[in-house]
């Protein structure tokens, strides 16, 4: 339960207080439907670029469980984001960070009333 006080389904969903996450590694989630929208703070060490994948059902997503992926920087700006990638409806993104920048990368549904399990996978893509 966040300040504004509206219930949420799990912790991420709280944009006060969002998920951190490594810069490598990988999380899970449900989007829950009625526009739910799952944040994930990161914090990158270093410039190296990095690859974000969010997927779902058996990793190709399909149906309605098709993936929108933002990456947003402190002042909320959308730096990176990605739809549909490689022929499937999951979605992907390469970034390059600024040293020390903190990122907030946000997991939802292209149908915002859509609902499904997801994988939001952190990789060095290089
Ligand atoms: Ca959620
Ligand atoms: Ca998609």
Known sequence: M???GIAHDEARDDTNEPTWVPT???ASGTIAGGGDVDKFTIRPQGTQPIRITLTSGAHRCGGTNDTLLEV?????AVVASNDDVDGTLCSAVVFTPVSNAV???HAKAFISSASFN???KLDRAF
């Open 2 to 4: 966040g300040p504004s």
């Open 72 to 76: 947003r920087d402190a002042a909320d």
């Open 118 to 120: 997801y994988l939001l």
């Open 103 to 105: 990122y907030t990368v």
């Open 24 to 26: 490598s590694g990988i």
